[in-house]
């Protein structure tokens, strides 16, 4: 029985797990950086404790430290959250043999698939298309360019180990790959200390949609349906909903039959993500698992009803699905807003520093999952996200139509931020049709006038 669960983790999400355990009536343990002292999950949780400075490097990336204070504390489970330890084979191994529950699938699991390379090879082998593309890693970049040349360019050149949308790069013709090839490879080790890289077709304006997998140690796996995640800066996640303007049921069936079987040669238990590039014509394909759970959960909990992080720890409590794939449907259209301390009109750049006035949207069919508040500082250290606004209603116009409400009352003033570009990304005729493909963002900035998301003058 999981009786208090460490969170080993910041920001919104660890709000988000802390808030779960306490309707489930498990205690909580926060860790946090001297950066994160006034966090909210670490004011929320039952207990906490400080396990370093600031730099991720020297407190949520410390295993040896987040282990102590496990035992410390005496929890039965660490939950990951996302980003930091959540996907690193190593961390999971270890709590495997200190005897503490991690709340996510086997370590082996997150190794097979955390390669990107290899987890393409495991699910092409169960019949799941995959994009063509090399054999594993190609680390010799003379045998790269005559592999890029027999997939045919574009092509993009991507870290096995890789995330995050760093370590890819796009060449679209044998003369720039060698460049292409060398910065990827210097991402790569930077970011990952991987260096090692494999190439894919290059898809021209794909659509990106994942599916959420459930699967319990008792064999039963199941699909939540999807998440349309197509509209991305740099190779990233801006905003996402569910379900998806683009497929219909038959796709919808199709590609979660083909997600589950992904998950099933995974040898997958807990929360995951099948991720898949679709083009035009409804073709699909693969092209990474997240073993973990993902950012975007929100919007698949607001679709289909479902508590994602109580059913995590249910599964990890050895507990049977309370539902099988009948019982799941999307039922309302749910659409998430990522909301960045940044600045949109200066190619997206960070925008740390101290909130001096803050409101909140609310009302009916409105969620807000942040950490942050009047007074609070945004640090250098970590990710821009603020926050994940959600809105849901019946229908897809309904959702849009609050999200364009809440973002209209959204007050937050001391940093930038992409307030006013997502609102007008909502606006756009192109985006509520559910043309947006991967290339949608780049094509939006290209045409709309600037102040439109500079940030309005103080009234
Ligand atoms: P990461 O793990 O860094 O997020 P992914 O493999 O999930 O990387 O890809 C992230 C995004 O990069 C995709 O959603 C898509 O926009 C783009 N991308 C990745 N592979 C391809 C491809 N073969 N063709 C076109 N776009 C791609």
């Known amino acids: 029985m999981i009786r208090k669960i460490l969170i080993a983790n910041r920001g919104e999400i660890a709000l988000r797990i802390v808030r779960a355990c306490r309707e489930l009536g498990i205690r909580t343990l926060a860790v946090y950086s001297e950066a994160d002292e006034q966090s909210l999950h670490v004011q929320l949780a039952d207990e906490a404790i400080c396990i370093g400075p600031a730099p991720s490097s020297e407190s949520y990336l410390r295993a040896d430290r987040i282990l102590s204070a496990a035992e410390l504390a005496d929890v039965d489970a660490i939950h990951p959250g996302y980003g930091f330890l959540s996907e690193n084979a190593e961390f999971a191994e270890q709590c495997e043999s200190c005897d503490i529950t991690f709340i996510g699938p086997k370590s082996e699991t997150i190794r097979q698939m955390g390669h990107k390379a290899r987890a393409r090879e495991t ?26 040349q027999k997939i045919g360019f574009p092509v993009i050149i991507k870290a096995v180990s890789g995330g995050g949308g760093r370590g890819m790069r796009i060449a679209h013709n044998a003369a720039t790959f060698a460049k292409e090839f060398q910065s990827a490879r210097l991402e790569a080790e930077k970011a990952f200390g991987d260096g090692s890289l494999y190439i894919e077709k290059y898809l021209e304006d794909p659509r990106h949609i994942e599916f959420q997998i459930l699967a319990d140690q008792h064999g039963n796996t199941i699909h939540l349906g999807e998440r349309d995640c197509s509209v991305q800066r740099r190779h990233q996640k801006v905003i996402e909903e569910s379900p998806s303007p683009f497929l219909d049921k038959s796709l919808r069936n199709r590609m979660g039959k083909a997600a589950i079987k992904a998950a099933l040669a995974a040898d997958y238990v ?24 993902q950012v975007e959960h929100g919007v698949t909990e607001e679709a289909t009803g479902i508590d994602l992080i109580k059913e995590q720890i249910q599964i990890a409590s050895g507990n049977r699905l309370s539902f099988s794939q009948k019982d799941i449907s999307l039922t309302k259209h749910a659409i998430e807003c990522r909301i960045c301390a940044e600045n949109p009109a200066k190619g997206f750049i960070p925008s740390p520093g101290t909130i001096d006035l803050y409101y909140a949207p609310g009302g009916h069919g409105v969620r807000v999952d942040s950490h942050v508040y009047g007074g609070y500082t945004v640090s250098p250290h970590y990710d821009s996200m603020i926050c994940k606004l959600i ?21 937050i003033r001391g940093i930038d931020t992409n307030v006013e570009f997502v609102k007008a990304v909502i606006l756009d005729p192109a985006f509520r049709q559910g043309e947006a493909t991967t290339s949608y963002v780049e094509e939006f900035l290209a045409r709309a006038p600037k102040e439109l998301f500079e940030k309005k003058p103080k009234e």
Do not use: C, H, Q, W
């Open 391 to 411: 809105t849901y209603g019946r229908t897809r116009k309904i959702a849009l139509d609050r999200m364009y409400r809440a973002l209209s009352e959204y007050l």
């Open 270 to 293: 807990n929360a995951g993500t099948i991720e898949f590039l679709v083009d035009a014509k409804g073709n699909f394909y693969f092209i990474e698992m997240n073993t973990r759970i």
């Open 123 to 148: 699910v092409s082998k169960a019949g799941v298309p995959i994009i063509p593309g090399s054999d594993g890693p190609v680390d010799d970049e003379k045998i790269a360019v005559k592999t890029a």
